[in-house]
C-alpha cells in the first residue's frame, strides 16, 4: 500500500503538497484559534507540515495518516526536525479506512476529498473522529472561472466540470451538508504559482541524474507538457483552499 514512486518524485523536498504556503498555513492555524492542547486527526497528512508546525507554535497535539511510505518518513523527520516528535505521530495508511482509536477537537483533510468520494464523504469520515462541537477542515479545489469545455476541466485534473462547483456552489455544498462555514484561506496565483513550479523544478533535476530510469520517457513528456498546460488552463481556471467548518 503505497503511492506511485512518481508523486514523490515530482514533489521532491517540497513540504506543503498543495497550492498553499507556508504564510497562509500558518495564518489558518492563526485564524481558528488553535490553543495548546487541541488535539487534531489529520487523513492525508502528507510530510506532517501542518500538524509539526502547529504543534511547535501552538502545541497542539494530533495524529496523521497517511498512504505514502515516503511522506510518512519525511513527516516523522520533520516531527523530530521542530522537536514535536512527542506531540505528534504519523500512521502509514489508508486514511479513506482508518478508525480513530479517539475522538479529537479537529479534524482534517486537506486536499484530498477523494478519500471519501466527495466532500460529503469526506466529512463523514472526518466527523468520526470528532468530538461533539469539535471543528472540521476541508481542502478542496472550485472553479475561479467556468470551464468552458472538456479540454479546460481535464487540464485542472477533473473528470467532468461538475466534479468541482465554483466558490458559491462549494460553500453552499457545505450547508447542504448541514456545516456552517466559518473561517477559510485561499490558495492565490502566487502560492499556486510556489507549488506548481516546484513541481518542474523537481522533475528536471530527477532527469538529469536519472535519464535511464524506466520513468524516464513518462515523466519528461510530464515536463513537456505541464508548465503551458498550467499556465493555460489551471492557473487561470482553478482555485483551492482550505475551509473551516462547524456542524449546526
Not at 149 to 161: N, P
Not at 184 to 190: G, P, R
Request: proline share 5%.
Amino acid at each position: 500500500m503505497d503511492l506511485p514512486r512518481s508523486f514523490s518524485i515530482r514533489e521532491g523536498d517540497l513540504r506543503i503538497l498543495n497550492p498553499i504556503d507556508d504564510v497562509k498555513l500558518a495564518t489558518l492555524g492563526r485564524v481558528i484559534g488553535l490553543r495548546p492542547g487541541t488535539s487534531i486527526l489529520d487523513l492525508c497528512s502528507g510530510k506532517g507540515e501542518l500538524l509539526c508546525t502547529w504543534a511547535r507554535d501552538h502545541g497542539i497535539t494530533g495524529t496523521g495518516v497517511d498512504i505514502s511510505t515516503v511522506n510518512t518518513a519525511a513527516a516523522r523527520a520533520r516531527a523530530a526536525e521542530l522537536g514535536v516528535a512527542d506531540q505528534v505521530r504519523f500512521e502509514h495508511g489508508d486514511a479513506a479506512a482508518y478508525v480513530p482509536e479517539q475522538v479529537f477537537d479537529l479534524a482534517a483533510c486537506v486536499g484530498a476529498t477523494w478519500i471519501g468520494g466527495g466532500v460529503p464523504g469526506t466529512l463523514d469520515l472526518l466527523e468520526r473522529g470528532l468530538r461533539p462541537g469539535g471543528m472540521v477542515l476541508v481542502g478542496e479545489p472550485y472553479w475561479r472561472l467556468d470551464p468552458p469545455d472538456e479540454k479546460t476541466w481535464s487540464a485542472c485534473h477533473a473528470r467532468s466540470r461538475d466534479e468541482f462547483r465554483d466558490l458559491p456552489g462549494l460553500v453552499g455544498l457545505f450547508g447542504e451538508c448541514g456545516w456552517d462555514l466559518v473561517e477559510m484561506v485561499l490558495a492565490d496565483q502566487d502560492s499556486w504559482d510556489r507549488y506548481a513550479a516546484a513541481h518542474w523544478l523537481n522533475l528536471r533535476r530527477w532527469l538529469d541524474a536519472n535519464p535511464d530510469d524506466e520513468l524516464a520517457g513518462e515523466l519528461r513528456q510530464e515536463l513537456t507538457d505541464d508548465p503551458l498546460r498550467y499556465v493555460r488552463y489551471r492557473r487561470e481556471y482553478l482555485g483551492w483552499g482550505v475551509f473551516a467548518l462547524l456542524r449546526r
